[in-house]
């Protein structure tokens, strides 16, 4: 333990990143058998869903104010313990409230693993961190395919939501295993004074990309996390329309550095939110095979979301150091828990309406999730507004630029 080996550190990065993105598949595909077996109400199942969406930024506010001080090892142990703890509280669990704590847990554990990670690749790979960063978040996406399909595959074969939690413990073992065992790199090209970090933060570009973040990550999560729900009755497979999303996503993120390097990061991020808002109006409309098209679009408007989004604060606000990219991941997830429980009551009441209006069965179900997604285009529609002035300002902002810890 030696020898500090990147490419070990980096892997386990990415396996704790697919444990993270797993439990959000496998938490969207067996939703509505909690609903079913518990009793519990789809806006009840939005309260448990926030938990993973609460946990989420309260890790990642406290790892982002004391990664200086612990360092990405002993944030990753903290994931680990959590996830493992969360997984199998959820597997033993009895009800509305014990799944509520489990959710936490595992929330806690995922925002653990982001605010490790994203700095230490940050800082590890200084001559490239937004292509590191994409390779990094490849495996969200790339967990959302595995996590998916085992959701789909397990409740075909009459597998119940207990065995579907269960296959979470073993890449959890992996990385655990790695974390343990290898010697992390000391922070060497980030902002390490946390002081300096916090007074950072009220840099003007820093205030206005945290908004953003809490509307990216809605127009991204949401619509994943509900996706079984709200498409269940609507001819197409929820399982297969998140695998074909979150596969787009992997390519791209992949893919990524080169498009990203050469179109402006701003240009990125401008260009998504025009394709998420056509893409989300488009699902709102569509039925049958349509449906498969209009998620293909989705999947290539948010795919640059996230890892643009901590891409941009590292290198244009990086005096921010971890702490900034903490906080903006966190403020996505904290945005994404606040709307949880309101979609999941606004898909209740639609339904009812569509009952009332004299619809029955699928037809009124399928009404209810198209009524949800035309609400949700409003929020990547506000991206295009704010993009669009980022968009307009984006000289003045690269000649403004502040340069990453090395270069200054």
Not at 128 to 145: E, Y
Not at 202 to 210: G, R, S, T
Request: glycine share 10%.
């Amino acid at each position: 333990m030696n020898e500090i080996n990147k490419n070990k550190i980096f892997f386990a990065a990415c396996m704790a990143l697919i444990v993270t993105s797993m439990t959000f598949a496998i938490r969207a595909g067996i939703l509505t058998q909690l609903g079913v077996d518990f009793e519990i109400s789809n806006k009840e199942l939005g309260w448990i869903n926030s938990m993973a969406f609460l946990g989420f930024p309260l890790a990642m506010l406290l790892g982002g104010l004391l990664y200086n001080s612990l360092g990405a090892k002993k944030l990753m142990i903290i994931a680990f313990v959590c996830h493992l703890l969360g997984l199998v509280l959820t597997i033993y669990a009895g009800g509305f409230w014990t799944l509520i704590i489990s959710t936490f847990f595992i929330g806690f554990a995922n925002g653990s693993v982001e605010a490790a990670c994203n700095p230490m690749i940050a800082d590890m790979y200084t001559d490239n961190r937004t292509g590191m960063l994409n390779k990094f978040h490849v495996w969200f996406p790339g967990g959302l395919v595995i996590g998916a399909l085992v959701s789909k595959f397990m409740t075909e074969c009459g597998l119940g939501w207990q065995l579907q939690i269960a296959t979470m413990i073993i890449p959890t073992l992996i990385y655990g295993f790695l974390v343990f065992t290898q010697k992390f790199p000391k922070s060497e090209n980030i902002e390490s004074n946390t002081g300096e970090n916090i007074k950072a933060l009220m840099n003007p570009l820093f205030l206005f990309m945290l908004v953003c973040m809490t509307l990216t990550a809605t127009s991204e999560f949401i619509p994943q996390q509900w996706i079984e729900t709200i498409l269940g009755s609507s001819g197409a497979s929820p399982m297969l329309v998140l695998a074909l999303v979150t596969g787009i996503m992997a390519l791209g993120r992949f893919f990524a550095g080169p498009i990203v390097h050469k179109l402006n990061p701003i240009g990125v991020l401008f260009m998504s939110a025009i394709i998420t808002a056509v893409a989300i109006y488009f699902m709102s409309i569509a039925d049958g095979n349509m449906i498969y098209v209009a998620a293909a679009l989705f999947a290539l408007g948010v795919c640059y979301f996230w890892p643009t989004m901590i891409g941009f604060i590292a290198e244009y606000t990086s005096k921010t150091g971890a702490l900034g990219m903490s906080l903006v991941g966190g403020a996505g997830m904290f945005a994404t828990s606040i709307w949880n429980p309101i979609i999941g009551s606004r898909l209740d009441t639609e339904k009812a309406s569509a009952l009332a209006s004299g619809l029955t069965g699928e037809v009124a179900d399928v009404a209810a999730g198209q009524a949800v997604l035309g609400f949700m285009v409003y929020f990547p529609l506000t991206l295009v507004v704010l993009f669009g002035i980022l968009f307009a300002m984006r000289k003045k902002i690269e000649k403004n630029r502040i340069h990453p810890a090395t270069e200054i």
